[in-house]
């Protein structure tokens, strides 16, 4: 985001606040900060909002706005700022101060706007006649805001500093752009994305369903098992392909497995654990503590290295009931995970071909990467700087070699070594973080994993944690509002519908659909013969997002063929047994 647009957001958070004073005069203001695509402000009022006082605050704001009104800082000590506030009947404001004073702006919570100079003071702002605690920046005016560029759009209830033992307020989320334009524009994807929306999709679809007796674990459906499978047979050819060992693993561990892996301290929080005969055990949230187990049971060479595994059983994550959505955030997942065991000179050119083999996964999916980042050493990572720093050296040279342009972006790597990050861009624009490469060189250290060398000593093996498409959840979530539901041929639950216009048509349906199986292998047709009308069966049909509608009668008996009608209300006319059987092979076997 740029200062530009931030500082007026900013500046439109303290408007709101402005606003909401004049209708509520006894209204405790909580914080105001900015947010991607706008701004909220949480208060203490003395009774609850309604969508119907939106619009009156949105004026209120816009007359504020054109009223050419300066924005002007001042410092007060903190003793002052807590009586100014104090008189004002502000206590979150005071809290705020008392924090900075006990320790520091930098230990307050991202919500706090707050700010601490050196000499114990702390920053105002104001702006007509209402004044707030606030770090900065903003407009120098007001009437470098657009009165159009900005819509209050929502409203939800919020506690006090996100902790539910404090107050429960209510929070204003607004939206603001440089332009009206860009709002116009930022509306309308909302509007599309609500349409593509997997969450009403997947179960209007028959695809998935949620139920509160297990929060955050998809109940997968006929048609989603398919989807699920299709994506795992996917993963199997390509994804892993040759090289590749697959194995099954326990779903529950002892926790000192975690412990040796230091997942424990860095993840204990996040883990489902149970106890047993007086011993903690925890659902695996991740494979790799259990693959370097695995691999230290075996006496490996030189020779047998590199050494794939990969995995595609459930992980479970403990995730907040709060953070769950739908199957981009849920507490069951599986994983197109691998780690790969080798050498270190063979990292390079491992890296080198993972890399190539991303490219190749995401133009399946008419996905681009638009952006590529290596994670350095964080403050929690384990081992040394001089441990770190040949292994950022060689993601780096890896990147050069296959030709990719990436930024760095210090102190993102993952505990145990540094990783390269993927973000790809969908059709609507949104970017999302899904293929990773992680160079782990602290696990093996801490599992004692070896390998003979070919002068017979024992070496340190270097292991790479891969997944490309990550969690089938999330990709699948991604997927669907990617294709609005409308998923390439070979990922449809249901490839084909065959429509018979009449009863006497039914018996040339079945004949079809038998024909078509025999010869395009784990073809997925339906036959619609209930006693409805031809045009129903197609509505719905198409309304289930099925590629091809296959309309038979007596014409179409006559001439060995079908009436085809493409998603999309696309008529393609009239094609024999053989040009179907062409078009569907070709298809699905090119994954197009």
């Not at 007359?63 to 004002?88: G, I, M, P, V, Y």
């Not at 849920?330 to 995970?337: E, I, K, L, W």
Request: with cysteine; proline share 4%.
């Amino acid at each position: 985001m740029n200062d530009s647009l931030n500082n007026k957001r900013h500046s439109l958070a303290h408007l709101l606040a402005s606003s909401v004073l004049e209708m509520f005069p006894e209204a405790r203001l909580g914080v105001g900060p900015v947010i991607d695509n706008g701004f909220y402000y949480d208060f203490e009022l003395p009774r609850p909002l309604t969508p119907e006082d939106l619009p009156k605050l949105q004026n209120r704001m816009a007359e504020l706005a054109k009223s050419n009104l300066d924005f002007s800082r001042q410092e007060l000590s903190t003793a002052e700022a807590k009586e100014f506030f104090s008189k004002l009947n502000q206590p979150f404001k005071v809290e705020l101060i008392e924090d900075i004073e006990k320790f520091g702006s930098t230990k307050l919570d991202e919500q706090a706007e707050g700010i601490s100079s050196e000499n114990g003071s702390v920053s105002l702002y104001k702006t007509g006649e209402f004044i707030d605690l606030c770090r900065g920046g903003h407009v120098e005016n007001t009437s470098e805001i657009n009165a159009d560029s900005f819509q209050l759009h929502r409203i939800s209830g919020a506690y006090w500093r996100g902790d539910q033992a404090n107050t429960q307020m209510q929070r204003i989320y607004g939206l603001a752009f440089e332009t009206a334009q860009d709002l116009e524009d930022y509306k309308k994807l909302q509007e599309e994305l609500e349409k593509r929306d997997h969450r009403i999709l997947g179960p209007q679809l028959g695809l998935f369903l949620f139920h509160e007796y297990s929060p955050g674990i998809p109940f997968y459906q006929p048609k989603g098992t398919i989807i699920r499978n299709e994506l795992e047979k996917f993963v199997r050819e390509v994804s892993y392909g040759e090289g590749y060992s697959e194995i099954r693993l326990p779903q529950l561990f002892d926790s000192e497995l975690f412990k040796t892996s230091g997942h424990w301290e860095h993840y204990k929080d996040d883990m489902f654990t149970l106890e047993s005969e007086n011993k903690v055990f925890g659902l695996k949230p991740m494979n790799c503590p259990g693959h370097m187990l695995y691999y230290k049971q075996g006496l490996y060479s030189y020779k047998d290295l590199p050494l794939r595994l990969s995995e595609m059983t459930t992980l479970y994550r403990n995730e907040l009931s709060g953070a769950l959505s739908g199957l981009t955030r849920v507490r069951a997942f599986g994983q197109d995970d691998c780690h790969i065991f080798l050498t270190p000179i063979q990292v390079i050119d491992e890296v080198a071909s993972l890399l190539e083999k991303v490219t190749k996964i995401y133009s399946v999916f008419d996905m681009k990467i638009e952006q590529v980042t290596i994670g350095t050493m964080p403050e929690s990572a384990l081992g040394t700087k001089a441990e770190w720093e040949p292994a950022e050296e060689a993601l780096k040279s890896a990147l050069e070699k296959a030709g990719w342009d990436y930024t760095i972006e210090e102190g993102d790597g993952a505990f145990y070594g540094p990783k390269i990050d993927m973000r790809i861009k969908d059709v609507l624009g949104r970017y999302w973080q899904l293929a990773t490469i992680q160079l782990d060189f602290q696990m093996p250290q801490r599992f004692g994993l070896e390998y003979v060398d070919s002068d017979g000593s024992r070496k340190q093996p270097i292991v790479i944690h891969r997944a490309i498409l990550g969690s089938f959840e999330r990709f699948m979530g991604i997927l669907i509002e990617q294709y609005a539901g409308a998923l390439p041929l070979w990922l449809s639950p249901v490839q084909t519908t065959i429509v018979p216009i009449a009863e006497k048509h039914i018996e040339y349906a079945k004949n079809l659909s038998q024909q078509l199986k025999a010869e395009v292998s784990g073809l997925r047709v339906e036959i619609d013969s209930r006693n409805e009308s031809m045009g129903k069966k197609i509505r719905e049909a198409s309304g289930q997002k099925v590629p091809y509608i296959l309309v038979v009668g007596d014409k179409e008996m006559e001439a060995g063929a079908a009436a085809v009608r493409a998603r999309g209300n696309q008529d393609l006319g009239l094609k024999t047994t053989a040009e179907l059987i062409a078009l569907l092979s070709d298809e699905i076997s090119s994954r197009k």
